[in-house]
């Protein structure tokens, strides 16, 4: 099974609106995390969010939400707000703990585009 | 001050050669990993180096040599380049955090290396 499911290859915003890029995630660690991150067309990696197992809260970190939904394995990225410059590749990352390192998993990612 | 440094950024060569990619860590991470991305822009685990220690091989052909001369570098040589080398390839950093916390154990990305084999 994959472990990590990006079913979005790509979406389209109007700027302004926010918009929902969906992940989930499959694991037996009960230590994981979760990570989104952002890749511009200049290539690097952003980091965006993260969430961990065992957070109670939904994490955000400015116009960026997660959405966690543990029991159904779902993790998926709310940009509140879009912009132009929000037009990238984002990525959804799991880490899974393997004795004393970690194991990083990614999606195929989703192609925001945000239009005028 | 840089995090994880990749040398070159850039990098066009023939197909038959050999080259290598360097990547630096500051960060004092014991873990260090390539990814190779495609032009679909599919990010896949190549190798990771745990305390200079090889822990994963994701069947990377074995023309690709990882080195970690010691923790804060991991080095990649390329045998024998082939056209479908052509990609962008990172490296990246982490560290467990036994206590957890906020963003335990988050990836630090150099800025990429783009190999182009002609």
Same mark, same amino acid.
């Given at each position: ?116 | 001050?840089? $995090? ?67 923790? $804060? ?13 052509? $990609?962008?390839?990172?490296? $990246? ?26």
């Amino acid at each position: 099974a994959q472990k990590i499911t990006q079913t979005q290859p790509g979406m389209f915003v109007q700027e302004k609106e926010a918009v929902t890029l969906d992940c989930t995630y499959d694991t037996s660690d009960p230590s994981y995390g979760l990570f989104w991150y952002k890749q511009p067309s200049s290539g690097e990696m952003i980091f965006l969010i993260y969430q961990g197992s065992y957070d109670q809260q939904n994490a955000t970190e400015g116009r960026y939400s997660l959405n966690f939904q543990k029991a159904r394995k779902s993790a998926n990225l709310v940009i509140s707000a879009s912009q132009l410059g929000d037009s990238a590749m984002y990525f959804c990352a799991m880490r899974e703990r393997l004795y004393n390192f970690n194991k990083f998993y990614f999606g195929s990612g989703t192609k925001l585009n945000v239009k005028p | 001050d840089t $995090a994880v440094s990749q040398t070159p950024k850039y990098l066009v060569t023939q197909m038959g050669n050999d080259k290598s990619i360097k990547c630096e860590q500051n960060l004092g991470h014991d873990t260090m990993y390539w990814y190779k991305q495609d032009s679909k822009k599919f990010l896949k685990i190549m190798f990771s180096y745990n305390n200079k220690e090889l822990i994963i091989n994701e069947t990377v052909p074995n023309r690709f040599s990882p080195k970690s001369p010691d923790k $804060a570098h991991l080095n990649l040589h390329i045998n024998s380049l082939e056209l479908g080398d052509s $990609a962008v390839y990172f490296c $990246a950093s982490s560290q467990v955090i036994p206590s957890g916390g906020v963003r335990e154990g988050e990836q630090y990305f150099g800025p990429g290396t783009r190999l182009t084999v002609t």
